[in-house]
Nanobody, 115 residues
């Protein structure tokens, strides 16, 4: 049973923008804190952006001012708008429900930023 489905990754030049989407099952969306993580090549998975409680958000320092997490409750969808992309943003991006130790992860979507 697929509960988190991501889309929107791709190849973009430095300075460009992408928007990732994650459609979640209603049960997951309403019960768990939603967020985005990423895993750069050869590195560990890391937090990108997450809701903390209600509509409050938390961002990694490296993406503050460039990325925005948002949600559409009616569509049970979480978005990650990524602007001013840099080569170091290259990674597989994962939608998550419940935090880093949670079992609820999307399949991942590749984002590649060329210099």
């Amino acid at each position: 049973q697929v509960q988190l489905v991501e889309s929107g990754g791709g190849l973009v030049q430095a300075g460009g923008s992408l928007r990732l989407s994650c459609v979640a099952s209603g049960r997951i969306f309403s019960r768990y804190v939603m967020g985005w993580y990423r895993q750069p090549p050869g590195k560990q998975r890391e937090l990108v952006a997450t809701f903390t409680s209600g509509v409050n958000t938390n961002y990694a320092d490296s993406v503050k001012g460039r990325f925005t997490i948002s949600r559409d409750n009616a569509k049970t969808t979480v978005y990650l708008q990524m602007n001013s992309l840099r080569p170091e943003d290259t990674a597989v991006y994962y939608c998550n429900a419940g935090g880093l130790l949670s079992a609820f992860w999307g399949q991942g979507t590749q984002v590649t930023v060329s210099s």
